[in-house]
């Protein structure tokens, strides 16, 4: 069982930038792909960026990207979540997930591949 712990939560203030992090212990970490989500107040769960297992491959749903960053260190057993230039609707819960399940460039960021999740970070944006 793979067990993922996510940073805490964040306040920001619009423009500046925030990493979350991700790291997985008790099973592989790094041959599993990490996906990142987010739900926001009044708005629909939603999948924002991947990366494969090797951290070669990354992917941003369009509405994201340039404005996050995916990386990964897996000799640290950590992923990462970089947001730059932040605005108030990216206020939401971040959530990471890990799975056998490829993260590939065009392909549809799926919830139901991941087994495996971290409990959420409070992002919150406001000047």
């Known amino acids: 069982q793979l067990h993922l712990e996510q940073s805490g939560s964040a306040l920001?203030?619009?423009?500046?930038?925030?990493?979350?992090?991700?790291?997985g212990s008790g099973s592989a970490f790094d041959t599993r792909a990490v996906a990142w989500f987010r739900r926001a107040p009044g708005k629909s769960f939603e999948a924002v960026a991947c990366v494969s297992?090797?951290?070669?491959?990354?992917?941003y749903v369009d509405s994201v990207k340039g404005r996050l960053t995916v990386s990964r260190d897996n000799a640290?057993?950590?992923a990462y979540?970089?947001?730059?230039s932040l605005k108030a609707e990216d206020?939401?819960?971040y959530y990471c997930a890990a799975d056998y399940t490829p993260c590939l460039e065009g392909r549809t960021i799926v919830?139901?591949?991941y087994g495996n999740w971290g409990e959420g970070t409070q992002v919150t944006v406001s000047s």
């Not at 979540?81 to 730059?84: A, E, H, T, V």
């Open 111 to 113: 919830a139901s591949d």
């Open 76 to 78: 640290k057993n950590t």
């Open 91 to 93: 206020t939401a819960v």
């Open 12 to 23: 920001a203030q619009p423009g500046e930038s925030l990493r979350l992090s991700c790291t």
């Open 81 to 84: 979540l970089q947001l730059i």
């Open 53 to 59: 297992a090797r951290g070669g491959v990354t992917h």
